[in-house]
């Protein structure tokens, strides 16, 4: 695929994953009668779902990072050149933008509006290392086992991720910036959102190390067993 396709599969993918995450974000918020639990499963399910859909489909076509901390793995690993990767970022930050626009459009919410939801402290902090260690390490050691059931162990993960971390596992610096820029359930306070972001890079570097380690060694057939 030309570099073209491979920019508009990212910020189309991105755009489509914010479009779920803050689209679901006010549905749920809306339909659940002011159950926090009920918003974050309704929140949480339709994001697990998309990441299938968008992996599967645009993993073909740019290898379906939509993700900076991923995109950073890859170049690191020398599978992706430094100066696609630069444009991968932008486009994926472009993409994330575009989907909670159209997410505000389609809610009748205001298009541009900060978060007020404030989600800091050193709880919050590791998990969103923790969360985005274990979505790289994920990546990584399932394209090495069996690189046909990425998409199903990223919606999975996620999907787990969502309740086992305190963040509720943003694990992605686009989807971190662009959820700045929202004020409904799925927002954070966009100034919170450089710490976040610090730590979602600090977990990915360490899930490359750890897997570098661990998962090492020549990749098996698609046929192989688990």
Same mark, same amino acid.
């Given at each position: 695929?030309?570099?073209?396709?491979?920019?508009?599969?990212?910020?189309?993918?991105?755009?489509?994953?914010?479009?779920?995450?803050?689209?679901?974000?006010?549905? +749920?918020? *809306?339909?659940?009668?002011?159950?926090?639990?009920?918003?974050?499963?309704?929140?949480?399910?339709?994001?697990?779902?998309?990441?299938?859909?968008?992996? =599967?489909?645009?993993?073909? #076509?740019?290898?379906? &990072?939509?993700?900076?901390?991923?995109?950073? #793995?890859?170049?690191?690993?020398?599978?992706?050149?430094?100066?696609?990767?630069?444009?991968?970022?932008?486009?994926?930050?472009?993409?994330? /933008?575009?989907? /909670?626009?159209? +997410? &505000?459009?389609?809610?009748?919410?205001?298009?541009?509006?900060?978060?007020? !939801?404030?989600?800091?402290?050193?709880?919050?902090?590791?998990?969103?290392?923790? +969360?985005?260690?274990?979505? /790289?390490?994920?990546?990584?050691? =399932?394209?090495? +086992? *069996?690189?046909?059931?990425?998409?199903?162990? /990223?919606?999975?993960?996620?999907?787990?991720?969502?309740?086992?971390?305190?963040? !509720?596992?943003?694990?992605?610096?686009?989807?971190?910036?662009?959820?700045?820029? !929202?004020?409904?359930?799925?927002?954070?306070?966009?100034?919170?959102?450089?710490?976040?972001? #610090?730590?979602?890079?600090?977990?990915?570097?360490?899930?490359?190390?750890?897997?570098?380690?661990?998962?090492?060694?020549?990749?098996?057939?698609?046929?192989?067993?688990?």
């Amino acid at each position: 695929m030309d570099m073209t396709r491979k920019l508009g599969a990212e910020a189309l993918g991105t755009a489509f994953l914010l479009a779920t995450v803050v689209g679901s974000g006010i549905m +749920a918020d *809306r339909l659940s009668g002011g159950s926090v639990g009920l918003a974050l499963l309704g929140n949480t399910l339709p994001t697990g779902a998309i990441l299938i859909v968008l992996i =599967t489909m645009l993993g073909p #076509v740019s290898g379906a &990072h939509f993700n900076p901390a991923v995109t950073l #793995v890859f170049a690191l690993r020398r599978e992706l050149v430094w100066s696609e990767a630069g444009f991968y970022v932008a486009a994926q930050v472009i993409g994330a /933008v575009a989907g /909670v626009l159209a +997410a &505000h459009a389609m809610f009748a919410e205001p298009l541009f509006m900060a978060s007020q !939801t404030a989600r800091s402290g050193a709880g919050q902090w590791f998990a969103e290392a923790v +969360a985005t260690f274990g979505l /790289v390490f994920t990546i990584l050691a =399932t394209l090495k +086992a *069996r690189p046909a059931a990425v998409p199903v162990a /990223v919606g999975l993960y996620i999907t787990a991720a969502y309740w086992f971390t305190a963040s !509720t596992s943003f694990a992605n610096p686009a989807v971190t910036l662009a959820r700045g820029l !929202t004020d409904t359930f799925s927002g954070i306070r966009p100034n919170d959102v450089p710490a976040f972001v #610090v730590c979602q890079l600090i977990g990915a570097v360490l899930a490359l190390a750890v897997a570098g380690w661990m998962v090492s060694g020549p990749k098996p057939s698609e046929t192989s067993a688990p």
